[in-house]
């Protein structure tokens, strides 16, 4: 079902929350907009700027690290300034109030850690960004760390342990998926008795396979995005509706 407007769609994801005992939220970079934050396919979108970095190429050409460390510093303004918005404080209001156990992530921006959730309870199956990692031993850095070295040296830094390449925590196309955070959110999704995904275009996979998965298992599927996506055939609702204003409503209770 497709909220015909704003109001009542708002009242029906209420009921639908208020009746849930398990409540799975999934998000993806549509949440994080109104704290400054661009996505990726839209047009003015980081893709459409810049074609992403392969992990394959990052890891062949000291010239690709190079640019995606560059990439990466002309956004930490824009990273270090962004604060929760609406949407993440409405999730963590859900997840206070004991509704939600954990939260799935497309995301790599730390606003849900930000605004209340405990990291261990944030699902991140594409990274995080606020930081480092090296490729080989897995070592982790921080930014001004990373920054420093790449600032001297001119080059992206290699790891002190094993002399890796060191990356941002992300992960890029052709990157293997985190498995830990992978099982936990195959185990959120079927689990769970509400299924929110909220901005996410649901077309990245595997990722995109949560919301089908917790249907499938019986879950309630709520859809919050602005543009249609390909699961909104099987959702029991549809919000195509700013999310901000969607979620606000339920910041706080």
Not at 32 to 61: H, K, Q, Y
Not at 83 to 88: E, S, W
Not at 112 to 124: L, T, W
């Amino acid at each position: 079902m497709i909220a015909k407007d704003l109001r009542s769609g708002v009242e029906q994801l209420g009921n639908m929350i208020a009746e849930a005992r398990c409540i799975v939220p999934f998000t993806g970079a549509g949440i994080s907009t109104e704290c400054g934050i661009p996505d990726f396919r839209s047009p003015g979108g980081l893709w459409t700027r810049n074609r992403p970095i392969a992990f394959d190429e990052f890891v062949a050409s000291a010239d690709a690290r190079a640019e995606a460390w560059r990439r990466r510093f002309a956004m930490e303004e824009i990273f270090a300034a962004a604060r929760p918005g609406r949407g993440h404080r409405a999730l963590a209001s859900l997840y206070k109030a004991g509704k939600t156990p954990a939260i799935i992530t497309q995301n790599i921006d730390n606003l849900h850690q930000a605004s209340g959730f405990k990291a261990d309870d944030v699902i991140e199956l594409h990274g995080n960004t606020t930081y480092a990692r090296c490729i080989g031993c897995g070592q982790a850095y921080d930014l001004p760390w990373v920054r420093a070295r790449f600032e001297e040296a001119g080059t992206a830094p290699d790891c002190t342990v094993c002399e890796e390449p060191v990356k941002t925590a992300t992960i890029s196309f052709g990157q293997s998926m985190p498995e830990d955070a992978m099982r936990r959110a195959t185990e959120l999704a079927q689990s769970c008795d509400l299924f929110l995904a909220i901005g996410s275009s649901l077309v990245v996979w595997p990722a995109a396979g949560f919301p089908l998965m917790a249907k499938n298992c019986g879950a309630k599927l709520v859809i919050i995005n602005n543009e249609p996506t390909e699961q909104d055939d099987v959702a029991d609702l549809v919000i195509r509706f700013d999310i901000g204003e969607t979620l606000g409503p339920f910041v706080g209770n």
